[in-house]
């Protein structure tokens, strides 16, 4: 092992906090040769000292005042593993303001935080590193700062959700609700008590800001970023993506539109070909798909969450902060380079009228005569032109049939529009179910999004 002796302060001590710590005790000794300095966890923060541990530790490291461990002289690397906005947001700062270099894997921080943390960084000659806020073990930030720094991306499309796959894809294989899964996953711990950051896609959302950033420079609001979750996605969806070669999949979107270059940031459920790159993704696993000008597709698949592949990817932030710390000179310390330049001046957020897909609309309609007509003059009148129609047979006396429809390629304004007049209809119940529809890789598709 080399003499250097590098501190690192763990803020945070459950799921991935434990991991860190085991991980890193077991490997300290090959660390050590490898990088030629000794890294010691040498204090660790939690919220209840009395709770039990999974991992053995020397209680003696352990404390209940988070900030003395962000602040601590004899710490060079900071992990902030404790979730939130509050608390942690002042231990990050806190940390970056004496000079240190900071870990976190806290997407809804970075999310609502990231532009003034990154410049508090910058201003104190500290670091922000996050590898584990975005795919779990997936190491898809050094890809895209490292890996593909030649390249200008024209889209990241993204299964950021692990909770949420798992949903999908137990639906589509055992033909089971939304709300049947939902309990199971709880009690196999795969989705939280208040599952509505995962199902409602906020979870995602958070992880295509860091992504958007990533690849544009642009720290988007989280109001931008266009949402919807898995909640109202029902068997009949999952049965007609499976019947016309699709899967229904929750995607996070980071693109730019073509002519106007402005930037679109999306979470929704889409129907996207079973046969492409995320069409297959199934169960917990994450998968990025990365359109790069020079490189062009780059896929990367992994287990988004967990102790272990968590750990895995904090743990290289801290090997990259002790490389900072021990190679870097004052001027070799922003290793990174900004990724807002790429993109010249702010970037726009697009439109609603600069947005293009087919979309997907399904309705609860009244089984009588002249609905179709209506249905098909509002679609006319917004513009909107019909791809498909299904509807399944029913007797006579049914009072109510589902009606799934699909377009051609529109813009979110038109659909919403036409969404909008639909649910104002007597003759269809309540609000339609819309997903876009993705068919990666065709010409009047591709024609809007790459350059
Ligand atoms: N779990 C994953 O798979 C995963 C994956 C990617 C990213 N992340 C991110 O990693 C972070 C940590 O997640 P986690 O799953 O490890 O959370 P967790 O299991 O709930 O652990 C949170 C830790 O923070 C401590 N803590 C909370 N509030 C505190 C306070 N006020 N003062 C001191 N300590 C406090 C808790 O202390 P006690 O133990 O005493 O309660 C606990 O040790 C989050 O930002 C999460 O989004 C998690």
Known sequence: MGDRKISVGLCGFGIVGQGVYDHLTRKRKLLGEQLGADIRVARVAVRDK???????????????????????????????LMGGTGLALEIVTRALVAGKIVV????????????????TAQEHGGHLLFEASVGGGIPVIKAIREGLIINDF????????????????????????????LGEAKLLGYAEADESLDVDGIDAAHKAVVLAYLA????TDLEEVRLDGITRVNQED????????????????????????ALYVSVLPVLVPKSSSLGSVDGVFNAISIHGDVVGETVYIGRGAGRHA????????????????????????????????????????????????????????????????????????????????????????????SLI??????????????????????????????????????????????S
């Open 216 to 219: 544009y420079g642009k720290w």
């Open 154 to 181: 024209s889209r990241i499309d993204g299964i950021l959700n692990g909770t949420c796959n798992y949903i999908l894809t137990r639906m589509a294989n055992e033909g089971l609700s939304y709300q049947e899964i």
């Open 310 to 401: 968590t750990s895995s990817a904090v743990i290289s932030d801290i090997v990259d902060a002790v490389k900072l710390l021990i190679f870097g000179g004052p001027e070799g310390r922003f290793p990174f380079l900004d990724p807002a330049p790429k993109n010249g001046s702010e970037l726009e957020i697009a439109r609603p009228e600069e947005v293009h897909s087919r979309y997907y609309v399904r309705m609860r309609v009244d089984n009588r005569p002249g609905v179709m007509a209506e249905i098909a003059s509002i679609l006319a009148s917004r513009e909107v032109s019909l791809a498909s129609v299904t509807q399944k047979e029913v007797g006579e006396d049914a009072e109510r049939v």
């Open 104 to 119: 976190t894997a806290n997407k809804a921080l970075l999310c609502d935080h990231g532009k003034e943390l990154l410049a």
């Open 405 to 450: 429809i699909t377009t051609h390629m529109t813009t979110e304004k038109a659909i919403k529009e036409t969404v909008n007049d639909l649910g104002n209809l007597d003759s269809v119940q309540g609000s339609p179910m819309t997903m876009p529809i993705r068919n990666f890789g065709e010409k009047s598709e591709d024609a809007w999004l790459e």
């Open 50 to 80: 009395s709770k039990k541990r999974d991992v053995e530790i020397d209680p003696s490291l352990i404390t209940e005042d988070s900030l003395s461990v962000a602040t601590d002289l004899e710490i060079d690397v900071v992990c902030e």
């Open 238 to 261: 999952i049965r007609f993506a499976e019947d016309n070669g699709y899967a229904v999949k929750l995607i996070a979107f980071v693109e730019r539109e073509r002519q106007s270059k």
